[in-house]
Nanobody, 119 residues
Framework: QVHLQESGPGLVKPSQTLSLTCTVSGASITTAGYYWSWIRQPPGKEPEFIISIHYSGSPYYNPSLRSRTSISRDTSKNQFTLQLNSVTPEDTARYYC???????????WGQGMQVTVSS
């Protein structure tokens, strides 16, 4: 069974960079056919796709966030990391990492973590 766990700061100041790491167990992030993604859900809003990294290492972006986001991975630790630059209070949300199948259907989620952007 795949287990995903988010980690990072719960509070970030405006204009800073948010960095969140997802640690995966029970599956390798280099297993063929999967995407490893970040999703967020602001209070009272629908979930929003942020960014994904393919098992091959190729990134996939949400065009509306592309200028502020990057994704990386550490295959030795089976982790992948989101960076979101120049955060504002509008980036306050619950952030989730997840695994998507090749058809972009999500089959595993982390429990999520709340991130608040505030001075």
């Amino acid at each position: 069974q795949v287990h995903l766990q988010e980690s990072g700061p719960g509070l970030v100041k405006p204009s800073q960079t948010l960095s969140l790491t997802c640690t995966v167990s029970g599956a390798s992030i280099t297993t063929a056919g999967y995407y490893w993604s970040w999703i967020r859900q602001p209070p009272g809003k629908e979930p929003e796709f942020i960014i994904s990294i393919h098992y091959s290492g190729s990134p996939y972006y949400n065009p509306s966030l592309r200028s502020r986001t990057s994704i990386s991975r550490d295959t030795s630790k089976n982790q992948f990391t989101l960076q979101l630059n120049s955060v504002t209070p509008e980036d306050t949300a619950r952030y989730y990492c997840c695994r998507d199948r090749g058809d972009w259907v999500t089959d595993s989620w982390g429990q999520g973590m709340q991130v608040t952007v505030s001075s």
